[in-house]
């Protein structure tokens, strides 16, 4: 079993940034490392879908709708990856979740909450 922990949610205005921050800390790096690492998000009524998603050897891949604006990060050492969130939208309100996932196993976080409004 693989806790996530995310981190870093909250208000920001459109045209904003944030960064989220998700750590294992119960997990061991090489188990941490065996992981393609993402970031999902559901917004309200809506179905979780995918944001991001980094290998542990760093390639990446991005949701079309946050290409350019969003960038995943990892940083194996400290079990930890970022999603670095910049010119933020109204459309981008959702909980942001955290994912591990390998060989058809998937360990989620708790979410948070990130809201982007005037």
């Known amino acids: 079993q693989v806790q996530l922990v995310e981190s870093g949610g909250g208000l920001v205005q459109p045209g904003g940034s944030l960064r989220l921050s998700c750590v294992a800390p119960?997990?061991?790096?090489?188990?941490?490392?065996?992981?393609?690492m993402g970031w999902y998000r559901q917004a309200p009524g809506g179905q979780r879908e995918l944001v991001a998603t980094i290998t542990s050897g760093g390639g990446t891949n991005y949701a079309d709708s946050v290409k350019g604006r969003f960038t995943i990060s990892r940083d194996n050492s400290r079990k930890r990856i970022y999603l670095q969130m910049t010119s933020l939208k109204p459309e981008d309100t959702a909980v942001y979740y955290c994912?591990?996932?390998?060989?058809?196993?998937?360990?989620w976080g708790q979410g948070t909450q990130v809201t982007v409004s005037s």
């Open positions: 119960r997990t061991i790096t090489s188990e941490f490392n065996s992981h393609v």
């Open positions: 994912n591990a996932h390998r060989a058809g196993t998937n360990h």
